[in-house]
């Protein structure tokens, strides 16, 4: 079984469109990641959330809204589209977020959007 | 100055070869440092974590330098399959943990 899982995994859409990402994570953790990984690989966070609270919103615009009905599950909703919102979009968890030490992040295999 | 910095690569490298990559971080205060592997088109990976005293995972060496401010990673007798792009993180606690991904050196081992 499939540890994070995102769907869709490749998404084209038009300039100004809505849409949605699903993330899914079945290890029982707390803490829930969005990356984005633009077209020179920069993998940059842009949201944190553990147990449901956001925790990290880091300068990304009101355009993506993260939500997370439960500790499993971590969409992603991004309205009126641009074309610089094309990039590879992950999910990751971790166990726990705070503390002194570092949790290994499980990452999703990622969404491709491709913004006309 | 960017919190974590590598040099992109690609490295090309023999089958067999030694090759090495450093990252460096720009905050003294980072506390945890690790290796990921992200393959083309694929998510990352942890590969390993970074310890002070080093550690060593078979083919695999890494070298914390507090100093310095700089980990490496040293892979030796290459493989085809490492071919790959390799992720320095660093992490900062602050209340939560705040978690730097450096841009990976992609490293192409040749037969």
């Known amino acids: 079984d499939t540890a994070v899982s995102q769907t869709p995994k490749y998404l084209v859409t038009q300039m100004g469109n809505d849409k949605s990402i699903k993330c899914e994570q079945n290890l029982g953790h707390d803490t829930m990641y969005w990356y984005k990984q633009d077209s020179k690989k920069f993998l940059k966070i842009m949201f944190s959330?553990?147990?449901?609270?956001?925790?990290i919103n880091e300068t990304v615009p009101n355009r993506f809204s993260p939500k997370s009905p439960d500790k499993a599950h971590l969409n992603l909703h991004i309205n009126s589209l641009e074309l610089g919102d094309s990039a590879v979009y992950f999910c990751?968890?971790?166990?726990?977020?705070?503390?002194?030490?570092?949790?290994?992040?499980?990452f999703g295999p990622g969404t491709r959007l491709t913004v006309l | 100055r960017k919190e974590v910095e590598q040099d992109p690569g690609p490295f090309n490298v023999p089958e067999g070869a030694t090759v090495a990559f450093n990252c460096t971080y720009s905050?003294?205060?980072?506390?945890?440092f690790f290796w990921y592997r992200q393959d083309c088109r694929k998510e990352p990976k942890l590969l390993m974590s970074?310890?002070?005293s080093g550690n060593e995972d078979g083919r695999f060496t890494a070298q914390l330098n507090r100093a310095s401010q700089y980990i490496s990673l040293l892979i030796r007798d290459s493989k085809l399959s490492d071919s790959a792009t390799y992720l320095c993180?660093?992490?900062?606690?602050?209340?939560?943990?705040?978690?730097?991904f450096g841009t990976g050196t992609k490293l192409q081992v040749i037969p």
């Open positions: 993180v660093v992490t900062l606690s602050g209340g939560y943990q705040k978690v730097t």
């Open positions: 990751a968890s971790s166990q726990r977020l705070a503390g002194p030490s570092y949790n290994e992040q499980f």
């Open positions: 959330y553990n147990n449901k609270e956001l925790i």
């Open positions: 905050n003294s205060a980072s506390q945890s």
């Open positions: 970074v310890y002070s």
